[in-house]
């Protein structure tokens, strides 16, 4: 049976439940999937550091607060984020970094895979930031170093969406794609259908823990072209920048045109796509879009998200699941874990 020893970069809700998932499952996991997870190493730039070659405890990190310095208190803890230490040093074959998005240039993210790549570490990620800005790059370092670089997370949480359109419309012919890529926005719209006004459900959709303090990146788009920009690139082959995916949000909608969409069987969603055109180029966009109520994506409540890959053989697949959630984020985790076992086994 083969064991993969693991640190966790970034210690917040997502890396939290991966570790609970490690406490909870990893003897079934060992049964069912062939390898088992032991933590070797945790770092995170408010609750500090921890190294164990012989295994910290998943249950005992769970229990810890969510307190500054929080590390410190178990044995072989600090208060100390040494970050390079924890990636390099801590005899982990894997990195699960799962730090905060920065939308701007990646950081510090990206250099905390770029440490791990070049120490020849395989690494698993649920960050936007250094795969839309970074891929290209991380990739190649990658394939220099012998091991992998994945992100199935990236765009849907745990549904899977990456992989998926990789290997099973292989061949298919996709030219395109469309999707509800932000829970946070699509639950704002829902809430509005049953008669909230535009502020009263953002309010209510952070008091659920869907949006955050500022909303801008959820309900003005930002967060959906990242998510294009990945599946453009990844699955389109295209090449394309942020800067290049036009971007406009669902603040401008108010609860009449909520009522107006309604009364002609339509609905408003957020929507972000990307399609090749007749040249080769790809374009995308972000952009709030009256759906009809057929369409493949109009069906899609609440903060539940979706994409429709739109393909010549099959028309259009649509895929739908959640798009966040801690526990179903720390699954695409251990989903890119599958894929290197199973990689490394048929290698």
């Known amino acids: 049976m083969t064991e993969y020893k693991i640190a966790l970069v970034g210690f917040g809700g997502v890396n939290r439940a991966l570790a609970q998932l490690i406490a909870e499952r990893n003897a079934r996991w060992q049964q069912e999937l062939g390898f088992g997870l032991k933590i070797v190493g945790v770092t995170d730039l408010f609750l500090g550091s921890a190294i164990d070659r012989d295994g910290l405890d998943a249950a005992t990190l769970v ?10 208190q178990i044995p072989q803890g ?18 699960a970094e799962a730090t905060f998005t920065n939308p701007t240039d990646g950081e510090p993210a990206a250099t ?27 990739k190649a370092l990658a394939k ?10 990236a ?15 292989a061949g298919a012919g996709l030219v395109g794609f469309e999707g509800i890529l932000n829970g946070t926005s699509n639950y704002v719209l829902t809430r509005m259908e049953e008669g909230l006004g535009f502020a009263e459900a953002v309010a209510q959709a ?38 290049d995916v036009a971007c406009s949000g669902i603040s401008a909608i108010d609860s009449a045109a909520i009522e107006q969409a309604q009364a002609q069987g339509q609905r408003w969603k957020l929507i972000g796509s990307a399609s090749r055109q007749a040249d080769g180029s790809v374009s995308a966009r972000v952009e709030a879009r009256l759906l009809p109520g057929q369409h493949p994506l109009a069906g899609i409540c609440g903060a539940i998200n979706a994409v429709a890959f739109n393909t010549e053989l099959l028309g259009a697949v ?7 959630g801690r526990v179903e984020t720390a699954f695409a985790l251990l989903s890119d874990i599958v894929a290197i076992h199973t990689a490394g086994r048929s290698a």
């Open 318 to 324: 649509t895929v739908s699941g959640p798009g966040a």
């Open 144 to 153: 220099a170093n012998g091991v992998s670089f994945e992100y199935e997370g």
């Open 63 to 72: 229990a810890l607060p969510a307190q500054k310095g929080a590390l410190a």
């Open 155 to 169: 765009v849907m949480s745990g549904t899977p969406v990456l992989r998926m359109a990789r290997q099973t419309l």
């Open 78 to 95: 600090s208060a100390e984020a040494f970050n390079e230490a924890v990636i390099k040093q801590s005899g982990a074959d894997i990195i």
């Open 112 to 138: 905390f895979c770029r440490w791990a790549l070049e120490a020849g570490k395989h690494v698993v990620t649920t960050n936007k930031g250094p795969v839309a800005l970074h891929a290209q790059a991380l």
């Open 206 to 243: 952070q008091a659920l823990g869907y949006a955050e303090a500022d909303p801008t990146a959820d309900v003005e788009g930002h967060d959906v072209r990242l998510k294009v920009v990945i599946l453009a690139n990844e699955l389109l082959g295209a090449c394309l920048q942020v800067s």
